[in-house]
């Protein structure tokens, strides 16, 4: 993922900045709008169709919960007509993310719920959630804490059928701490928020959590200095707050990485026994353990490594496995090897054990098996200096490691153990969908692989029920569907979430989607993403070419909210976006294509897409056509527009955060592999020609 410079930045004023505000898309509407747009006659295309949910009940089935703010729910409740799709709608859905089923009781479930401030999202709130799915077709929802603007819950472990444990600022120091919620027994006739019970009070924010299976021990990270506690790097910078100046000195890289300085702070994994008092609440035991005091390193890793992926306990607790830079000297910028440590959290003063040393690649994301307390899996790379590289199963018994399903040619993204410990469910890309497979049979010679999951999509934040692994809880998502939480049980859908039904009914948009393929660059399979306008197709219609970044990335199945291709279809647009070579999910070797290749291989895939696109569907108007990308995407726009024959397709070319000059970017980004991989091998001083045969600067005319 390359971190690329900004040469054109748009924006809306009134939208707020989503996490990697990189591919940010709404601001591109107002340049578009008017003159571009032609509504016409609606006529329906193949594929699968938006389901309007049936209006749900007035009042709301959590109007007491709701006293104090305005859902989305009550906001477009009160909007009389239906209209298109606008920005400003798809910012205001709620975020539903990280689904769990009750240890004892699968029957229910709890998930965090990001809402926004109505009508003009100035604001934030994350809350928990809880369901009774006990008849699948009629869900009671549960709003468990208060939601304040400003305050997130987070990093949940369900302990039991009563007992919560997550993170939150709601906190009087506005920190994040760790925080405890008694479910009662009687929980569908509540009738107010539940108030949690803070844990900790530390003078540092809290930033990952992580509980074992028996509730005995937690980890937690803490952005500390290397070699002070963290009460100490408190009074540290709190002095340094009242000094009345700054210095910092820096004599290694990263100096700063993406949107941060490396100031001196390293997020440390804090490892503690807990237990229940007489009143069952969790209390530490023992002064939590650094268990990296005096190594400058990050566990997580930055910037977006969390201890979800990064970090397991094993089966009984004892053993702790997290993912860390082995090498932290100014290497860091050209390397992406990340290794994988355990350490024996049950005895005191041993050093952790890097597992993966020989590996000078990416590996990461240990999971402890649930029933073995030797045996853990984890991803791993095997290209050092290459981001995009494949990553493979690997299983680690203690004192071996061996690769599963070593002939995929898929990068898995995302590994979970069955609660037996039998099996491993996977989450990967395939054909630019999101995928769910489960791997049988993981200790013989032949593992058998099944897929869980239909391919009209996007499934992600898996949870296996742990009575039976054939029931599963997870988001889904695609082109015409925003995300929702849904319950996979005896191969049936049901949907546990719809605080999004009322915005879905008072707004409309694309109603399909289609895949369509060609034969692009080295006379290769290239596929394409078709959304129609919401007009329908009986007319014609401008169209919007989107081009992805990346590169090694790929215009996925899925709703999005920056890039979202439905902004632009309930605009009146024709939307195309074509999966170039150098796009994931399409097999390795398709994604290294790329490498060296950056203006031909994607840039012969664009212009032949383009021309396919036109043959098959002619309802689009050629002479009304528009193109946008962002980073790798603005790269691309640059240099189309350098190249008449291309850009002369185009009635306009919008540009967001892409090169301009490769010479540039190779002095100015931080993350030296990426620019000194994809130009081949090379610094911009040791082979310049790399650098400047793809560098739009040079185009300008």
């Known amino acids: 993922m390359c971190s690329f410079y900004f040469i054109l930045h748009f924006e809306l004023p009134l939208c707020q900045h989503h996490r990697l505000v990189r591919q940010y898309i709404r601001p591109i509407l107002f340049i578009l709008l008017g003159a571009l747009v032609v509504f016409i006659p609606s006529l329906t295309i193949l594929l699968t169709k938006k389901s309007k949910c049936p209006t749900p009940p007035d009042p709301s089935p959590e109007a007491w919960n709701a006293s104090d703010y305005e859902s989305n729910t009550d906001y477009y409740r009160k909007l009389e007509s239906v209209h298109n799709l606008t920005p400003l709608d798809n910012l205001r859905m709620d975020r539903l993310s990280?689904?769990?089923?009750?240890?004892?009781?699968?029957?229910?479930i709890i998930y965090l719920r990001r809402q926004y401030h109505m009508p003009d999202i100035n604001g934030s709130s994350t809350t928990l959630h809880w369901v009774d799915m006990s008849d699948p077709l009629l869900p009671k929802t549960i709003h468990l804490t208060r939601p304040i603007w400003g305050i997130h819950d987070q990093q949940f472990y369900w302990i039991d059928k009563t007992t919560i444990l997550f993170l939150s600022n709601r906190g009087t120091s506005g920190l994040n701490q760790i925080f405890q919620l008694n479910l009662p027994s009687d929980i569908l006739g509540i009738n107010n928020f539940l108030e949690p019970i803070q844990i900790t009070d530390y003078p540092l924010s809290i930033d990952n959590l992580l509980v074992n299976r028996q509730a005995s021990r937690l980890a937690f990270s803490c952005q500390v200095y290397a070699n002070l506690s963290i009460e100490e790097t408190a009074d540290h910078?709190?002095?340094?707050?009242?000094?009345?100046?700054?210095?910092?000195?820096?004599?290694?890289?990263?100096?700063?990485?993406w949107d941060e300085y490396m100031t001196g702070p390293r997020h440390h994994p804090f490892v503690v026994s807990i237990q229940r008092d007489s009143h069952e609440t969790f209390r530490f035991q023992s002064s939590p353990q650094d268990v990296l005091f005096g190594i400058d390193s990050d566990s997580p890793t930055r910037p977006f490594g969390d201890a979800k992926a990064q970090w397991s306990f094993s089966a009984s607790g004892n053993s702790f496995a997290f993912t860390r830079q082995y090498d932290e000297t100014s290497e860091v910028a050209w390397s992406t090897n990340l290794d994988i440590f355990t350490i024996d959290v049950s005895k005191p003063n041993i050093p952790p054990v890097c597992i993966t040393r020989d590996n000078h690649a990416a590996d990461t994301d240990p999971k402890y098996s649930p029933t073995d307390e030797h045996i853990l899996i984890y991803r791993a790379q095997s290209v050092p200096g290459y981001e995009s590289d494949q990553f493979k199963l690997k299983l680690y018994d203690g004192t071996q490691i061996k690769t599963l399903l070593d002939d995929w040619d898929q990068s898995i993204q995302v590994t979970k153990w069955s609660d037996n410990g039998q099996s491993i469910f996977l989450e990967l890309g395939e054909q630019a969908q999101h995928l769910i497979y489960q791997v049988l049979n993981v200790f013989t010679p032949n593992p058998t692989v099944v897929r869980r999951v239909a391919d009209n999509g996007s499934w992600h934040d898996i949870n296996v029920d742990p009575t039976d692994d054939q029931t599963l809880l997870l988001t889904f998502e695609n082109l015409i569907e925003p995300l929702n939480i849904v319950l996979q049980k005896n191969q049936?859908?049901?949907?546990?979430?719809?605080?999004?039904?009322?915005?879905?009914?008072?707004?409309?948009?694309?109603d399909s989607y289609e895949a369509f393929s060609f034969q692009g660059a080295r006379n290769e399979t290239v596929w394409g993403w078709h959304v129609p306008p919401i007009t329908g197709t009986s007319q014609k219609a401008p169209l919007a070419f989107l081009i992805h970044g990346g590169p090694q990335n790929s215009w996925y199945n899925t709703w999005g909210r920056g890039w979202s291709f439905q902004s632009f279809a309930a605009q009146g647009y024709a939307v195309i976006a074509i999966n170039f070579h150098g796009s994931d999910s399409y097999g390795q070797n398709f994604t290294d294509s790329i490498t060296g290749e950056y203006g031909t291989l994607p840039y012969e895939d664009l212009q032949l897409g383009l021309t396919a696109a036109l043959e098959q569907y002619p309802y689009i108007n050629e002479s009304r056509a528009i193109a946008l990308g962002a980073s790798y995407g603005g790269f691309m726009i640059n240099w189309i527009a350098g190249h008449p024959e291309m850009s002369h397709r185009f009635r306009a070319l919008v540009n967001h955060d892409g090169l301009f000059d490769m010479r540039e970017m190779?002095?100015?980004?931080?993350?030296?592999?990426?620019?000194?991989?994809?130009?081949g091998g090379f610094t911009q001083y040791q082979n310049p020609e790399a650098y400047e045969k793809f560098n739009p600067i040079n185009h300008v005319a």
Not at 668 to 677: I, K, M, P, S
């Open 237 to 257: 910078q709190a002095k340094e707050k009242t000094s009345g100046s700054l210095v910092y000195k820096f004599d290694k890289l990263f100096i700063r990485h």
């Open 492 to 510: 049936l859908l049901f949907p546990v979430t719809t605080h999004n039904d009322m915005l879905i009914n008072r707004t409309q948009w694309s």
């Open 666 to 679: 190779a002095y100015a980004t931080e993350e030296l592999w990426f620019t000194e991989h994809d130009s």
């Open 98 to 108: 990280s689904p769990r089923f009750c240890p004892g009781d699968s029957s229910k």
